[in-house]
């Protein structure tokens, strides 16, 4: 880029306070009861007799009041006394049914219900208060009948798994109900979330940037995008888009739809959103990227933006980023890496190279709740551009981040975001990382890239299956094809055909429950499964229990 931007906009600000001072009790006493009511007959007292009158009558009145009051003052349990036997009885729940369970391999995926049906099995409904044991009879309702993305045969997203450790992380996330604007209110996440983020950075190769967790990587890539054009053009925080010339911004065409809603999202219309071909294996074409950005010059647009894909949706592919920053450089363009699903692959020495060239970048999403096997949600928009975050989405309510605290207010990173209140995601993955340390999550991250490799090469072995194309990332594609349909000519029937064995199959697994393979077509190829391995437990054996299970729910179709 032409420049870097060093210093953060800041508005300095004073805290107002108001004091007010009021007695709800105090009642001034009237005439009558400065009147003796000891009496059926008033009589007139002396002026001491009066005084005295007086004074009995005010606290009478005040204690009246006070009593009142009372009656309706909501009592503080005695703290010793207190049973929590709802949250004990739910722990153990969730600990058998939710976690334990939920990772047997034993046990079901998932228990399928319509949704006619399911609205049957389950009170959904509300209104009148419900007794604790018909709450938690419905919490065991809402586990039976949720998929199990910690079942060692989940392979339907690019998530699943649950650690033991980050599950705590998250139980105690919920306990503290933080919200991580001010270092005030939540002191100890913003001091952990710098440590992970300084990390993280480390990781990537960006000397002394920036970074936000942000609610997923949809989310994350429109920052980025947002980001970029403030960069360029930061007088669109003022004046808007009427104030900037017509820009664009480039992506492949295998990339995550959350590109598109972004452009659309912030105004600047999908038709400026140009689309880059990519090759057989669905990487980024450079070519095509340098001829698009010529072409759209030609036409008076304003490119501004390139995004590359490390690790796309449904082949798993990784963009030469390099190259594709050769050419950022070359035509003054900011360079950003969605590794939202691939980033996870810097953790291990042996992978990281499939995102060669990402420090090159100016801007980068990952997710660790993908490879990493982070609970959801857990996503972050990283820059190298220190500082640039504030600048672009800073409003300084005078409320929140005043500059005369008593504290350094470096750490009340509330306005980098454009949220106000903003969920602790930090703590869950800090407390995993503790506990793996570096060496483990590289261990774990080798270990899906190896059981995906295993599998594709099952898939080369068996009899019926079909593989797409050599997986880079842990997706593995591929055709399962049925006795009746081998050996015979692959007409538009016959693809016909077999674009149904997908649909099928996927139904026949979910009603027995035996796993989840997600299924869809891409282009010139009707529907294959897109098998993806993200869950940190899953062993070879799982790969091997793949293909048998496709076999026996597929055999007779």
């Known amino acids: 880029m032409a420049s870097c931007i060093t210093e953060s906009h800041k508005v300095h600000s004073s805290a107002h306070k108001r004091i007010h001072e009021r007695n709800d009790f105090e009642v001034e006493p009237t005439e009558k009861q400065r009147i003796t009511m000891f009496s059926e007959k008033p009589v007139r007292k002396s002026n001491k007799e009066n005084s005295l009158c007086n004074n009995i009558m005010t606290l009478k009145t005040k204690e009246t009041q006070s009593d009142n009051h009372k009656k309706h003052e909501k009592k503080a349990p005695k703290q010793e006394k207190v049973k929590h036997e709802f949250l004990d009885k739910l722990y153990e729940m969730m600990l058998r049914d939710g976690f334990m369970k939920a990772r047997d391999r034993n046990e079901k995926v998932l228990e399928f219900s319509h949704?006619?049906?399911?609205?049957?099995?389950?009170?959904?409904?509300?209104?009148?208060?419900?007794?604790?044991?018909?709450?938690?009879?419905?919490?065991?309702?809402?586990?039976?009948?949720?998929?199990?993305?910690a079942h060692p045969r989940f392979f339907n997203q690019l998530y699943g798994g649950l650690d033991e450790?980050?599950?705590?992380?998250?139980?105690?996330?919920?306990?503290?109900?933080?919200?991580?604007?001010?270092?005030?209110?939540s002191p100890v996440f913003a001091l952990m979330e710098r440590v992970v983020i300084d990390k993280m950075l480390g990781k990537i190769g960006f000397q002394d940037g920036d970074a936000m967790f942000c609610p997923g990587g949809s989310i994350s890539n429109m920052y980025a995008l947002n980001i970029a054009r403030?960069?360029?053009?930061?007088?669109?925080?003022?004046?808007?888009?009427?104030?900037?010339?017509?820009?664009?911004?480039?992506?492949?065409?295998?990339?995550?739809?959350?590109?598109?809603?972004?452009?659309?999202?912030?105004?600047?219309?999908?038709?400026?959103?140009?689309?880059?071909?990519?090759?057989?294996?669905?990487?980024?074409?450079?070519?095509?990227?340098?001829?698009?950005?010529?072409?759209?010059?030609?036409?008076?647009?304003?490119?501004?933006?390139?995004?590359?894909?490390?690790?796309?949706?449904?082949?798993?592919?990784?963009?030469?980023?390099d190259e594709i920053a050769d050419i950022c450089k070359k035509y003054g363009l900011w360079l950003h890496v969605d590794g939202a699903w691939g980033g996870g692959a810097l953790m291990s020495k042996k992978y990281r190279h499939l995102l060669k060239g990402v420090e090159r970048a100016d801007s980068m999403t990952w997710n660790p709740h993908k490879l990493m096997g982070v609970p959801q949600q857990c996503s972050l928009i990283f820059t190298r551009h220190k500082g640039l975050l504030e600048q672009c989405h800073s409003a300084n309510a005078a409320y929140l981040f005043q500059q005369d605290k008593f504290y350094d207010v470096s750490y009340d990173t509330g306005d980098k975001s454009i949220q106000c209140g903003r969920k602790n995601d930090v703590l869950k993955l800090w407390i995993m990382w503790k506990n793996k340390g570096d060496e483990g999550f590289e261990r774990d991250i080798d270990n899906q890239f190896e059981c995906a490799e295993y599998l594709a090469e099952l898939v080369k072995q068996r009899e019926g299956f079909e593989l797409l194309l050599e997986p880079e990332c842990t997706n593995v594609c591929f055709y399962y094809i049925p006795e009746r349909l081998r050996g015979k000519e692959r007409t538009d029937e016959w693809w016909s055909e077999i674009s149904k064995v997908g649909p099928k199959v996927k139904e026949a697994m979910m009603k027995a429950g035996s796993m989840m393979v997600g299924y869809q077509p891409d282009g010139q190829f009707v529907n294959f499964f897109r098998m993806i391995v993200s869950n940190l437990d899953i062993v070879k054996s799982d790969m091997e229990f793949v293909v048998d299970e496709i076999i026996r729910l597929g055999k007779d179709l």
Not at 121 to 149: A, N, P, R
């Open 115 to 149: 949704p006619e049906d399911l609205k049957k099995k389950i009170d959904f409904e509300l209104g009148s208060k419900t007794s604790d044991e018909k709450i938690l009879s419905l919490c065991q309702d809402v586990i039976k009948y949720s998929v199990k993305v």
């Open 165 to 185: 450790y980050s599950l705590g992380g998250c139980w105690l996330t919920e306990t503290m109900n933080a919200s991580l604007y001010t270092y005030e209110v």
């Open 230 to 321: 403030y960069f360029q053009y930061p007088e669109v925080k003022k004046k808007g888009l009427r104030g900037i010339p017509e820009i664009c911004a480039f992506t492949s065409e295998k990339c995550h739809y959350s590109i598109a809603k972004g452009v659309a999202f912030m105004g600047m219309g999908l038709d400026n959103l140009i689309s880059v071909k990519t090759d057989a294996i669905g990487k980024m074409i450079p070519e095509d990227l340098e001829k698009k950005i010529l072409e759209a010059k030609e036409q008076g647009m304003t490119p501004y933006f390139v995004n590359a894909t490390a690790g796309t949706t449904v082949f798993g592919a990784f963009d030469p980023i």
